[in-house]
């Protein structure tokens, strides 16, 4: 089936100049330039780093992409630096990640079966996490249970007392930065008898998410959510996912107050082409000018270092990565790159029940057959792995023997001529 999926691919690449149009024409934007989606696809066909292809910035001209950091030779060797961040720091039952990224919430329904699972597989294998989404938790992803992240959103759909017990961190899902107040919307078309049963819902029926949950109008509100999850399953865990509105320092200070392990803050520029280009490019505050207020802001409250602050919405690289840590992140959620690495073309069709053509935002039971859980894991844990061997190489050329040494040096950055 990977050889089928592969053969796909390749023969809708060769179809272009039949065409008229160069082989790559039809890849990319300036965020996710075509060259940047061929580094992923490269790494994560071969799991080491592309040579004669700019796989470090994208063209936006702003942002990371205006990004570099200051090198210099320090005779650290790359091997000895360590990865690994811890997610819990304000009370006890430890949970460390290797590797300073996890995945992002995919719901059954936004994406198939077959791609929740390779991206749980790659988590368990890679000693990092994934999320549910929020679209109820498959029995499929029981085996992989200590790596999944339970998402609890506004629509409540498959939350249960057992999916809350069946992890090790669980989400609040408050707003995402690709569409800040817009809520959710599953399309009838991809709501199929499986995806209805997970989420108590009617075949062919249109699913929506509303803004915001109308159970939270106050940190005093949010805390009553932390404590419910809490007496459900004591030491899980606990994400807020905000966006990063105007006031996005004080949401994270009510989040810690509330008593949350992680704040997870979303940037615009994420979501999967179901999101509205316009909410997308137009309505959260781009992630990078984000992360540092909050880290500045949680430093002079004196508890940065009693919480897990995790940035996304736009991170495609390693280099994003580290740029984003040392912007003040702990680590990061990535998505899109996650799409990439198992073939994903950026064509924006992902809301439609038969858009995808590569099998990963589709509830398609053909079309989910073409991402095998065993080939996906492979796909990502390939990514992961250059990836870390980047991060560990850049960590080495500026003297830090760990990535946690890293947050928060914005003196080690420099903007691009
Ligand atoms: S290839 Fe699939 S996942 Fe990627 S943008 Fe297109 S529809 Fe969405």
């Not at 996890?102 to 077959?114: A, K, Q």
């Not at 069946?166 to 817009?182: D, H």
Request: net charge neutral; proline share 4%.
């Amino acid at each position: 089936m990977a050889e089928k999926h592969r053969a796909h691919i390749r023969r809708g690449i060769e179809l272009l100049p039949q065409l008229g149009l160069p082989q790559d024409s039809a890849l990319g934007d300036l965020r996710w330039t075509k060259e940047l989606i061929l580094a992923t696809w490269w790494q994560a066909l071969t799991g080491k780093s592309p040579e004669n292809i700019e796989h470090r910035i994208g063209a936006s001209g702003g942002g990371f992409d205006r990004l570099d950091f200051k090198l210099s030779s320090s005779g650290i060797a790359a091997e000895q630096v360590s990865l690994s961040i811890p997610l819990n720091r304000r009370d006890s039952g430890q949970v460390t990640l290797s590797l300073p990224w996890y995945g992002g919430g995919m719901s059954l329904g936004s994406v198939s079966l077959n791609f929740m699972l390779s991206r749980a597989m790659a988590a368990k294998a890679a000693g990092t996490l994934t999320s549910t989404g929020e679209g109820g938790y498959p029995s499929e992803l029981l085996p992989y249970k200590d790596h999944v992240i339970t998402q609890v959103a506004t629509g409540m759909f498959g939350v249960s007392e057992e999916t809350i017990q069946s992890c090790r961190v669980m989400e609040f899902k408050y707003a995402q930065g690709a569409k800040p107040g817009l809520g959710g919307h599953l399309l009838a078309d991809k709501v199929t008898a499986e995806v209805a049963r997970m989420r108590e819902s009617a075949e062919k029926t249109s699913l929506y998410s509303p803004f915001p949950f109308h159970s939270v109008y106050s940190v005093e509100d949010h805390k009553k959510h932390v404590d419910w999850v809490k007496t459900v399953h004591p030491g899980v865990l606990v994400s807020v996912k905000v966006s990063t509105p105007i006031d996005v320092e004080m949401v994270a200070i009510g989040s810690y107050d509330a008593g949350a392990h992680i704040i997870h803050i979303d940037g615009g520029y994420g979501g999967t082409g179901a999101a509205p280009e316009i909410a997308k490019k137009n309505i959260a505050m781009p992630i990078e000018l984000a992360i540092p207020r909050v880290h500045r802001y949680l430093s002079s409250e004196g508890v940065r270092d009693k919480v897990t602050l995790i940035a996304s919405g736009g991170i495609r690289t390693a280099y994003d990565v580290a740029k984003a840590i040392a912007l003040g992140a702990d680590g990061c959620v990535i998505g899109t790159a996650e799409t990439i690495a198992v073939g994903c073309t950026h064509c924006g069709n992902c809301e439609r029940g038969r858009g995808c053509q590569i099998g990963i935002c589709t509830t398609d039971e053909l079309l989910g057959q073409f991402i095998q859980p065993e080939w996906g894991a492979r796909r990502l844990l390939n990514l992961y792995s250059s990836w870390a061997a980047q991060l560990r190489e850049l960590l080495a050329s500026l003297g830090l023997k760990s990535v946690q040494e890293l947050r928060g040096r914005k003196d080690l950055l420099v903007y691009r001529r």
